[in-house]
């Protein structure tokens, strides 16, 4: 017996569990040393106070239950062993009928806490599966889906997730269930596929893109029991791409189809827009420049710093921009052309410069065409010139052979009454002759300083005053000037010099411009009556003072200072007008603009049969 005592004792000692036990007075009637090792030796002392520091009974204590008769299985954690424990409880007859409690700890600590942590961790993983971005699923082999996420049931337009679990996958999820086939094909050979680009459909029907990313699932045998992976809604991707692809290809279109020449580079010069028109203007193909030529080939290397410079500085249209400057041009072919261009850095959202795109218009033509019209102008002027000299040579020419035929006259009496033999006679002789020879000057004079009698045809004067406002659109322009010619049907044609008229209606014109210094509206009127063309030029302008108004057709009568105005202008129209048989009038008010009407003969009309007679005209309107 007492050997079996002992055995019972050495193994209860050896045993990793903690085992005590308590009488029904809750005195510990035995430990183990496990039990011990955790509480400290207690063996006579009451167990709450062992196990609970505490003079009363433990809160969770179940020992009644046991002295009753029963088994207890359950789990306790303890805080003064900072352990939880699976207590086995079992009720011990002693002897006297009394009942003693014998406990069994097992410390199951480190199982709670891995259980514990597994549990964290599945719910980590179940709510990533939930909620990650990306439909995840799990299928058989079979074409069934055990499982997926919200996100997968949202992207395929199901219910729920049993809706989705009951679809045939090769019959209701491909749109080429050939497709299926491929993938199963792939993913049994390699065991996983990535990125597989397949067109699946919605439950509605409707088609949508996604690339596929999964594994094959195995069993303990090695057999492929079904697939898991991923799939990513590309549709919204597409859209994006083909709107930025059209956004991308209407840019291109505008900048290509741009009559001006746009070209853009990086900070480092490389050029990377080129258009069409910038291939025309400067003759390097986009497919020599673009990505191939730097833009110094084009502007030297100084001035394209001096443009960066420009572009950034707030003098020239602000910061980032440079406004029409003007510069030379390099063509391919070797040909300077005169241009102007106007730059702009381009920046990236965070404000930071990353390339400039430049616009230039070749100037070459209009330059040209404003210097023809500035040597046309100076030649109407010097014409102007040459005629009044003319005119004023003649009015002296008229004007001195008067008082000199007299003189000749007087020396022809003089003759008469001096004998040749008079020593006298020779005298007279000689200042007659000189007379005679001033006459002849004069005469010369006189034919010499006729205008220049231009030879006259039929003359359309519609296209002579559109012909003039059209050279002088861009002056009137600039003079905030208006300008209106009022086609007139059926305006027969006139019999004039054409260069003569041009010059009188080229003066209306610059007196217009002269009287609307702060702008205005000048309009030409034509109409015809019988034989006659009228044509009304009013300007907005301001106007002749009443003084003056009978004045304006003389020589050298001018309002205007010594540099803008001889005076000449209108006298000459004047001259021009009557000898083609025509009349100038005019109507003014100071402040209130001005009307002149000229009237001319039709082609056919014999100049004496022509009706002159503006005022009535004028009345009529
Ligand atoms: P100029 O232009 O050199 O002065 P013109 O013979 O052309 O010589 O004109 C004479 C004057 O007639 C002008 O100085 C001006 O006072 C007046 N005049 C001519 N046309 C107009 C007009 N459209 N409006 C107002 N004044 C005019």
Partial sequence: MDKEKRMLNAILETIEDG???????????????????????????????VLNNSDTLCPWCRAPEVFKGNRLYWELYVPKADKTFALTELPLRNPDESVSKLSILRDITERKQREAKLAASEERYQNLFEHVGVGVYISSKEGRFLDANQTFINMMGYASKEELLNIDITRD????????????????????????????????????????TSHVRYDHQGNVLGYEGITVDQTERYMMEKKLREAYDLMNKIIQSSPSPIMAADLKGNI???????????????????GKMHITKIYSEGLAHKIMKMIRSPEHGGVGLLRSHP???????????DGSLSAAMIYDDDGNEVA???SFIDMTERIEMERALQNTQEQLLQSEKLAAMGRLTSQIAHELNNPLFGIMNTLELLKTEIPPENKRRKLLDMSLSETERLAEML????????????????VNINTIIDELLMLHDKQLRENSIKSKSELAEDMPEIYASRNQMRQVFLNMISNARDAMPEG??????????????????????????????NRIFDSF?????????????????????????????VKSRSGEGTTFIISLPVYEAPAEEQENEPEETVSTK
């Fill in 557 to 585: 009568f001018t309002t205007k200072d010594t540099v803008k105005g001889v005076g000449l202008g209108l006298s000459v129209c004047y001259g021009f007008i009557k000898d083609h048989g025509g009349d100038i009038k």
């Fill in 19 to 49: 085992i005590y036990v308590i009488d029904n007075n809750y005195t510990l009637e035995y430990m183990n040393s496990r039990m011990t090792e955790l509480f400290g030796e207690g063996t006579g002392e009451k167990c709450h106070r």
């Fill in 327 to 337: 510069m030379l041009y390099v063509r391919r072919d070797g040909k300077v052309i």
């Fill in 272 to 290: 990377f827009i080129w258009n069409r028109a910038a291939e025309e203007t400067l003759g390097y193909p986009a497919s020599e420049t673009i």
């Fill in 356 to 358: 400039t795109v430049g």
């Fill in 173 to 212: 999820l491909y749109v080429h269930p050939s497709d299926r086939r491929k993938f199963q094909e792939m993913i049994e050979r390699d065991g996983r596929v990535i990125d597989y680009e397949v067109e699946f459909k919605r439950k509605d029907g409707t088609p949508i893109t996604v690339l596929l």
């Fill in 443 to 458: 005469r010369k004079m006189l034919s010499f300083s006729k205008p220049d009698e231009e030879e006259k045809g039929s």
């Fill in 520 to 549: 205005g509206t000048l309009t030409f009127k034509k109409w015809h009556k019988k034989n006659t063309v009228y044509i009304e030029i009013t300007d907005t302008g301001q106007g002749i003072e009443e003084e003056n108004i």
